[in-house]
């Protein structure tokens, strides 16, 4: 990690870029290769045993037991939701810091940088996603064989 | 066989979530129409592996989850290290990046609470699951003694057993063996039910940075998410798992469909389910017939009659005389310029003004004040009478000539 010192004193008074600029490359490849990668594979998973565990107390006829499945499903669904939204939110956050490594060079820069200008950053990423998903989506043929994926 | 874990208020109980609420408050089954085989093929169609299945899906999202969140909770320190939050921008990360953080943990805290409640349901359909294939047990041994001549054996050994417990069945031991099967499902439905209504719900994940409210479709879509993210990142490691789950449709059985139940879209979202209000119903009435349009789907309009014939005005079928219902006054026996103007039929949700009937007005067409009645071939009219004998009863015209005959003694004129 490149590290650069503020004038010979003997000690660093503020980080600079370039040590910024490196902690966000190691957040972007903790990003990129453990979070995306966990959080795909782990989700794989999950969803497959959640199909498999869709069958308790199926095939059973009455009202409360119905509902009660129902109910269920609706509970289990939930969480597989939100995994696919912190995979979204992880591919966001991933792009904005590429983005910022790619247009901020110098520390004047990026000390420059606002808060409401990083914001707008990650959100215009996260809506770029979701209209990309919806793309995708709406392009994406029925068949297993996707070309996309 | 242990107990089910007790679900009360407890320390671990999850914070962020939102208990599930059953839609309905549902009634207990009828299970006294069932016999101990009919019961017995229903958990064929339960796999056993559905429990452990249902409890490794949690265990595996609690898993991650918790993993993911420590991970990247260590990640953002490392990086505050590095690029403190004296800087906005890196203030900013670090808010993104503990939402995600909190959310994980929310979700973990959620999953682990909803894997007890999946154990403890699939501990008690394997429970009831060995108690029906006891009964079905009992069931073969008694019908190996009939068929070697010796019911009457089985029969005074189960009556005799009946005896020492208190109670007598006449009906015998098949009798007996159904009733015991249907108390198991009674007790096993009530168990299922207690236990998913402590089934939890983590909402919806929304980072602090103005995102797409509904970022994700959820109404059951198949959403390949990453898969043309682009950009490196995820883009080389998704395959294209469906954004919003449902579960396999081999998993509904035939004849009912519980999924009718799940709304289109996530319930913690707040969005009400989507009503095509202008598809028309099939084979149902026509649009501005008896149903009307409203915010929530076509509904019946006040006053209506469900059945209505399609083509009428809206309201039509509310009178039996049929197509009088309209708004024209002259269909409904009325002169020209009385009543009310006539509206659109399909005026969406409004019903028309029905002028009372005044039956002697004068009308344009005489024939008009039966042409609107409904026929009834076969039947006589209860407006037209037969005619009727004469008011006054005259007696019948005096005899002209008179010839007694030959022999008759009388007055010669």
């Given amino acids: ?149 | 066989m242990t107990e089910p874990t007790t679900l009360g208020r407890r320390a671990g109980q999850p914070s962020g979530g939102t208990r599930m609420e059953p839609m309905v408050c549902p009634v207990r089954h009828d299970w006294s129409r069932y016999s101990l085989g009919q019961i017995a093929a229903m958990f064929q169609s339960q796999p056993p592996t559905a429990g452990p299945a249902a409890v490794n899906a949690w265990t595996a999202i609690e898993t991650l989850c918790r993993e993911q969140a420590d991970r990247l909770r260590k990640a953002l320190q490392a990086l505050a290290v590095r690029w403190p939050t004296s800087q906005q921008a890196a203030l900013a990360f670090q808010e993104w990046g503990k939402s995600l953080v909190q959310a994980m943990e929310t979700t973990a805290d959620t999953a682990s609470w909803n894997r007890q409640v999946a154990a403890n349901i699939s501990e008690e359909i394997d429970r009831a699951r060995a108690r029906i294939n006891a009964l079905l047990g009992e069931w073969a041994s008694y019908q190996r003694i009939e068929q070697s001549r010796g019911f009457l054996v089985a029969e005074a050994t189960h009556v005799g057993i009946e005896l020492l417990d208190g109670e007598v069945s006449l009906s015998g031991w098949r009798a007996d063996l159904n009733r015991q099967a249907r108390e198991v499902m009674a007790s096993l439905e009530q168990k299922i039910y207690n236990y998913t209504s402590n089934l939890y719900a983590d909402e919806p994940y929304n980072p602090p940075v103005g995102p797409p409210k509904d970022m994700l479709d959820l109404n059951g879509n198949d959403l390949g998410v990453a898969g043309s993210w682009g950009g490196g990142g995820f883009a080389s490691s998704v395959g294209g798992w469906p954004g919003g789950w449902t579960p396999p449709s081999s998993v509904i059985g035939a004849g009912w469909n519980p999924l009718d139940g799940l709304p289109g879209e996530t319930v913690l979202d707040g969005a009400g389910p989507t009503v095509s209000s202008a598809a028309p119903v099939a084979n149902g009435p026509a649009a501005g017939g008896a149903l009307v349009d409203t915010p929530w789907g076509r509904v019946l309009a006040p006053g209506g009659v469900i059945g209505a014939p399609g083509g009428l005005g809206t309201g039509a079928g509310t009178m039996p005389s049929g197509p009088g219902l309209t708004t024209n006054p002259a269909t409904a026996g009325l002169p020209p310029g009385t009543g009310q103007a006539p509206r659109p039929t399909t005026s969406p949700g409004v019903v028309p003004f029905m002028p009372p009937v005044m039956p002697g007005r004068a009308t344009s067409n005489p024939a008009s004040t039966t042409s609107n009645r409904r026929s009834r071939p076969g039947l006589p009219s209860v407006f037209e009478t037969p005619d009727g004998p004469p008011g006054v009863i005259q007696p019948p015209p005096e005899p002209t000539h008179h010839d007694p005959g030959p022999g008759v003694i009388g007055i010669d004129r």
Wanted: proline share 3%; charged share 20%; aromatic share 12%.
């Fill in chain 1, 1 to 149: 990690m490149a590290v650069v010192a503020d004038g010979g004193t003997g000690g660093f008074t503020f980080p600079t870029f370039q040590v910024e600029i490196s902690s966000l490359a190691d957040f972007l490849a903790f990003i990129e290769h453990d979070l995306g990668l966990n959080l795909k594979s782990g989700l794989d998973h999950a969803v497959s045993e959640a199909n498999s565990g869709a069958y308790l107390a199926a095939g059973f006829p009455g009202e409360m037991i119905i509902r009660s499945w129902e109910t269920y499903l609706l509970a289990q669904k939930y969480p597989i939701d939100n995994l696919v939204r912190y995979l979204f939110t992880g591919a966001a956050m991933l792009e904005v810091i590429e983005y910022l490594m790619k247009m901020y060079k110098t520390t004047e820069e990026m000390a420059a940088l606002t808060s409401e200008e990083v914001r707008g950053y990650l959100s215009a990423a996260y809506e770029q996603k979701y209209a990309q998903l919806q793309a995708h989506a709406v392009s994406r043929p029925t068949t297993t064989d996707d070309p996309v994926a």
